[in-house]
Each structure stands twice: as structure tokens, then as C-alpha cells.
T-cell receptor, first 111, second 113 residues
Framework: AQSVSQHNHHVILSEAASLELGCNYS??????LFWYVQYPGQHLQLLLK??????LVKGIKGFEAEFIKSKFSFNLRKPSVQWSDTAEYFC?????????FGAGTTVTVRA | NAGVTQTPKFQVLKTGQSMTLQCAQD?????MSWYRQDPGMGLRLIHY???????DQGEVPNGYNVSRSTTEDFPLRLLSAAPSQTSVYFC????????????FGPGTRLTVT
């Protein structure tokens, strides 16, 4: 069975600081990896996805993620956060026809 | 398109009561799923369906039943509510070959006392 582990439960940053959220997965097959974001009071929405090819993927709103196969990791990064990036972030892996989510990381950006 | 709709938005149940959470989508998506979201545990898959007449268990299926008689509807039934089922429930749908492009409903906040 696949599983996803997110290292940080809650991250607090100041505006313009850099953000990196860790994500490790376990799955024996070909992985499809995703990051989702849930802004306060809103639905989950897809931030970025990785299927194959270039291990550095770029998503919306200046986010990017790097797939490192040897480390089973798919960390999310943003060089300079804004107050509007305050949200909960979920890593997910697709395997066996279904999507499995990590526990989520709450990111609070202070102005 | 209404997208994914869920009813009710809020519900309070007493232990032992049963109820059905409704979910409907108008995008002709084959794949539908139910998640529960709990603090510190993220989204956990309860049940999912890849098409009408086909359902399967997710990570936390105990205490819940589903059926998929039509493409549009995917109700979730709580057989005998327990306080441990207090949670926010999300229904989602997507094309079968793009399950990552899930459209989520607004959620149902359920409290079991």
C-alpha cells in the first residue's frame, strides 16, 4: 500500500522568507506525485504535479517541487512567501488507482 | 455546472444514529471518492468508486457504506454513528484517468455526541 509522510505539522514564517516543506512517500510502482493547497475556508486545489521527466516541476503561484527518486521525496519550495500563502499544504501520491494524502502542513505567514 | 455538491453542510448526530451524506456531481466524472479530514491527520480516503456499480474501500472504511447506482451520485452512509466519526467529510470527483484533478465539494461538518 502507498503512504505519504509530511515532516512538518506547522510552519510559521515571515513574509519574504523561503519555504520548504518535506514530503516522503512509499510506493512500489511508478509514482505520480502532487501537492495540494487548501486556503482558509476554501476547497483543496492542485498546486503542482509530477508524472515523469524533469524532476523539478513548477506549479502555480511561484511554487516548485523536486522529485528525488533515491530519497523517495517530493519537497515543495517557494523562494519568497507572501501573507496570502497562509494555508494548509498536502502532499499526495497516486497509486493502485487512488490518491493518498499526507497529514498536511499548516503554513502561517506573518506580515 | 454546479460541480460537486454535498448536503447537508452541518449535521449533529447522537451516538448510534444513522444518516446518509449526499454527494452529486454534474461533470460526468467516473471517479468519485469520500475523504474525512481531521486535525493533524490530513485527508483520509474512506471509499471510492471508478464508475457506476463499482466501489472499493479506502484507508478508513469501517463504519461507512457507499453505493454508486448512477454516475452522478455517491452517497456515504453512516450505519451507527460514533463520536470517533466527528469530522469534516469531503466528496470529490474526477475523470477516471486523471484522479489527481479531483474537484472537491464544500464539505459536511459532522458532530457525533
Amino acid at each position: 500500500a502507498q503512504s505519504v509522510s509530511q515532516h512538518n505539522h506547522h510552519v510559521i514564517l515571515s513574509e519574504a522568507a523561503s519555504l520548504e516543506l518535506g514530503c516522503n512517500y512509499s510506493y512500489g510502482g511508478t509514482v505520480n506525485l502532487f501537492w495540494y493547497v487548501q486556503y482558509p475556508g476554501q476547497h483543496l486545489q492542485l498546486l503542482l504535479k509530477y508524472f515523469s521527466g524533469d524532476p523539478l516541476v513548477k506549479g502555480i503561484k511561484g511554487f516548485e517541487a523536486e522529485f528525488i527518486k533515491s530519497k523517495f521525496s517530493f519537497n515543495l519550495r517557494k523562494p519568497s512567501v507572501q501573507w496570502s500563502d497562509t494555508a494548509e499544504y498536502f502532499c499526495a501520491v497516486k497509486g493502485f488507482g487512488k490518491l493518498s494524502f499526507g497529514a498536511g502542513t499548516t503554513v502561517t505567514v506573518r506580515a | 455546472n454546479a460541480g460537486v455538491t454535498q448536503t447537508p453542510k452541518f449535521q449533529v448526530l447522537k451516538t448510534g444514529q444513522s444518516m446518509t451524506l449526499q454527494c452529486a456531481q454534474d461533470m460526468n466524472h467516473e471517479y468519485m471518492s469520500w475523504y474525512r479530514q481531521d486535525p493533524g491527520m490530513g485527508l483520509r480516503l474512506i471509499h471510492y468508486s471508478v464508475g457506476a456499480g463499482i466501489t472499493d474501500q479506502g484507508e478508513v472504511p469501517n463504519g461507512y457504506n457507499v453505493s454508486r447506482s448512477t454516475t452522478e451520485d455517491f452517497p456515504l452512509r453512516l450505519l451507527s454513528a460514533a463520536p470517533s466519526q466527528t469530522s469534516v467529510y469531503f466528496c470529490a470527483s474526477s475523470p477516471r484517468d486523471r484522479v489527481w484533478e479531483q474537484y472537491f465539494g464544500p464539505g459536511t461538518r459532522l458532530t457525533v455526541t
